[in-house]
């Protein structure tokens, strides 16, 4: 027999509450911060990371650095400037960036210099010529103002400059103003110039307010500033490949998204389209499609993203294919869930890992494709003159400038290797499969 | 399987047949055609064009175009090197071919034994410093490497004379010296299949390595040494080894940069001709050899697949 107990001596525990999910103790790790926790295990992705992150930050604000503006303001005085070796003070110590070149010539080429040019006599050849390691900006400076002739002993024509009427006020101004002297020898005016020995760099102070004359990564044979144009060039590359990839990922996963989850006729049609357009060599598309509408910067991601989509469209496609007949995908359709929104919220996310994997890996290869054809002086952007071209410039004078083929290179190089090794360890981040494998 | 090699065969030849006439109608169509032509002699040039076809439907000028290169194997005239243009590919092919050869078969071996090795000593110092080197070469666009490599091997160094590979008649002279200066772009070229064929062979080999099937290996009692050769290699290898046969057709090409930089008078360096040129006849028969030559190594590569492991059959139909 049950003792009946009294209703009220029982007592609800949580009456007036309501009991929610509790919040986790610990922070919850999705995909990607999953993915960026084995990412930073990764130092030398890290590091990677971090140079190219430099890399791109100075191809924004690296030309900024460089005052010096005389190759656009007047080609005449910046010619003079043409193939300067690095120079920088601060940097003075390093042997590349003393200003210093070497030169081979006649013994009498060198003997009526003033003392300072001539660091050193290198060696003498079978001939009789010297190589001599001189102060290149001391010498140019001396060379346009007052190199003498080793036959005649009188002033070389060098030495002389033309100036007109105008530029010849300019330096007489600049004279009273500042109290100084550059014009070393006057002259009568004939024909509207006067032919004068001026003192070059004491012109370019006063006149052109260039301080110093220095290039930290030297100048090129039009005498621009290779430090300025090497970031430009950069600048231009990183461009299209931010924009290539960019439009190759979106068009990729579009086409592929749909030709995979469609299938059937799309699927068919488009794999005949990607079969004939994987076929043409890029080569070709490149070549034919400058010619039609000759070098803009549009041609060549025009040209670029004819073809480029192709393999992550493909990719895009079977995962589309994998995934499309799951059971979660079946009950989303069964809960009232269309088209669109299943490939986008249930599949993509799905795929998004492997598409990630070979989509980072993809933009490294597009600077290299534009490198190389810059190099092979197919890609010509006319005024900006890309890295790849740069470096071609520089092979042409690499036995006496090779600083004009070392910089473009070293850059090319840390941007390839770099991001490559950035890719890597995303990929690897990214890969499910490595979950768990602590490497 | 002859029904599949018969279809992917049958296939090939519609595409390349449609690209074609796509490159075909668009040269055709490049709006400097005609200006092209006007240097010539116009008697010469009335020969030429009726020769084309000039002024009739670019339909038809294809298949004239079609008929020649059937009938006499003619890929018309280019007209700034004043040639046949067959003569001028059965001239440059031989030179990208022999330039690229030697260190395709030399860097086979290689590779795939620095890829071995390093998926044996996975993560020791071995495969850190040969994963260092691959991803070193493959990260360095070989323009860098080639002309760092003249600079220090020519002017440093002076160990050989001039950075560019001798002509012809250089060569007669001093067959020694002539081979000396070709082997710049052969090691360019070395290291590059060496540092691709690394990556693959190190990546599907750790791959393989790891499966359950080589755990068994091991249980039943083989050696490392065993189970490696006999069961982990020949797994791995089946990727590898379709894209080496497929490479074999890419060696006609030639590499562009390569000759550019050591200026080898090669099939790369005439496309560049044709290109700065405008020599669109030229250019025609060269974007035409280069498709056919992706073409057939992409077949090649789907059918080699299907000979080494008959499970598999690339691009066949679902079943």
Redesign the interface.
């Known amino acids: 027999m049950s003792q009946i107990i009294d209703k009220n001596k029982f007592k609800l525990v949580q009456h007036e509450q309501t009991i929610l999910d509790e919040s986790f103790q610990t922070r919850a790790i999705g995909y990607y911060m999953d993915a960026w926790l084995r990412f930073k295990k990764n130092k030398a992705s890290v590091v990677a990371a971090v140079i190219l992150l430099f890399l791109i930050i100075m191809s924004i604000i690296g030309p900024l650095f460089v005052s010096y503006e005389l190759d656009e303001i007047n080609a005449k005085w910046s010619s003079r400037l043409s193939n300067m070796p690095p120079r920088n003070e601060v940097l003075d110590f390093m042997p590349g960036f003393s200003g210093q070149q070497e030169m081979t010539g006649y013994i009498q080429n060198f003997s009526n210099l003033p003392d300072g040019i001539v660091l050193g006599i290198q060696n003498v050849n079978e001939i009789g010529q010297v190589t001599v390691l001189v102060d290149y900006y001391a010498y140019i400076d001396h060379h346009f103002s007052a190199e003498i002739d080793p036959v005649t002993q009188e002033f070389a024509a060098t030495s002389y400059t033309n100036l007109t009427i105008d530029e010849y006020n300019t330096v007489r101004a600049a004279e009273l103003e500042n109290d100084v002297i550059i014009i070393l020898e006057d002259a009568e005016e004939n024909a509207g110039f006067y032919k004068v020995r001026i003192q070059y760099f004491e012109f370019l102070k006063y006149v052109y307010d260039m301080d110093d004359v220095n290039f930290l990564f030297g100048s090129d044979g039009s005498g621009r500033d290779l430090f300025e144009t090497l970031w430009e060039g950069a600048r231009i590359s990183l461009l299209i490949a931010f924009t290539v990839a960019a439009i190759n990922i979106i068009v990729g996963i579009t086409v592929g998204s749909i030709s995979g989850y469609y299938g059937g006729t799309i699927d068919l049609v488009m794999e005949r389209i990607s079969?004939?357009l994987a076929?043409?060599?890029f080569?070709?598309i490149l070549?034919?499609l400058l010619?039609?509408f000759g070098n803009a910067i549009w041609v060549v991601i025009l040209a670029f993203t004819m073809t480029g989509w192709l393999g992550i469209s493909s990719l895009t496609r079977s995962q589309f294919y994998r995934y499309k007949n799951r059971e979660y995908v079946l009950a989303a359709r069964t809960l009232g869930a269309g088209d669109r929104r299943i490939m986008y919220r249930h599949i993509f996310p799905s795929a998004m890992g492997t598409i990630i994997t070979s989509v980072v890996l993809y933009i490294?290869a597009v600077i290299?494709t534009e490198?190389?054809f810059s190099?092979?002086?197919?890609i010509n952007y006319g005024e900006t003159i890309s890295v790849?071209r740069l470096?071609?410039n520089?092979?042409l004078v690499?036995?006496d400038s090779?600083y004009q083929?070392l910089f473009p290179?070293i850059f090319?190089?840390l941007l390839?290797?770099s991001?490559?090794?950035f890719g890597?360890g995303l990929r690897d981040a990214f890969n499910p499969s490595l979950r768990g494998a602590d490497? | 399987m002859r029904n599949y090699v018969l279809k992917r065969i049958a296939l090939i030849f519609v595409t390349a047949f449609i690209i074609i006439f796509l490159v075909f109608v668009f040269i055709k169509k490049l709006p400097q055609y005609h200006a092209a032509v006007l240097g010539v002699y116009p008697e010469i040039r009335i020969i030429l064009e009726e020769q084309e076809g000039y002024g009739k439907p670019i339909v038809e000028q294809f298949f004239i175009w079609i008929q020649n290169l059937v009938k006499e194997g003619g890929l018309g005239r280019s007209l700034k090197l004043k040639r046949d243009i067959t003569d001028i590919l059965a001239e440059k092919i031989p030179v990208s071919f022999r330039l690229n050869v030697f260190p395709y078969f030399a860097g086979i071996p290689v590779g795939i034994g620095l890829g071995i090795w390093a998926a044996l000593k996975k993560n020791k110092l071995t495969d850190h410093i040969i994963s260092t080197g691959v991803i070193f070469f493959i990260s360095v666009p070989s323009f860098v490497i080639g002309t760092m490599m003249q600079y220090y091997v020519v002017y440093i160094w002076k160990l050989i004379d001039t950075p560019f590979v001798f002509s012809e008649t250089d060569f007669a002279a001093n067959n020694l010296l002539g081979i000396a200066s070709y082997l710049m772009p052969m090691l360019v070229l070395f290291f590059g299949t060496v540092a691709s064929l690394t990556r693959v062979m190190r990546a599907e080999l750790t791959e393989v390595l790891t499966s359950e099937f080589m755990l068994l290996a091991r249980t039943k009692g083989l050696t490392q040494r065993q189970s490696t050769v006999r069961h982990a290699l020949r797994n791995g290898l089946v990727p590898i080894a379709p894209s080496l046969i497929g490479g074999l057709v890419s060696l006609l090409s030639g590499s562009l940069i390569i000759e550019r930089i050591f200026r080898v008078p090669g099939i790369g360096g005439i496309y560049l001709d044709a290109f700065n040129n405008f020599d669109y006849s030229l250019l025609m028969a060269l974007i035409m050899f280069y498709t056919i030559i992706g073409l057939s190594a992409t077949l090649i590569v789907d059918l080699s697949y299907g000979v080494i492991d008959p499970r598999i059959r690339m691009g066949a139909g679902k079943r």
């Open positions: 079969e004939i076929g043409l060599p080569l070709a070549t034919l010619l039609r490294p290299f490198a190389t190099f092979l002086g197919i790849g470096m071609s520089g092979q690499m036995k090779f083929l290179a090319i190089s390839m290797l991001f490559n090794l890597n490497e």
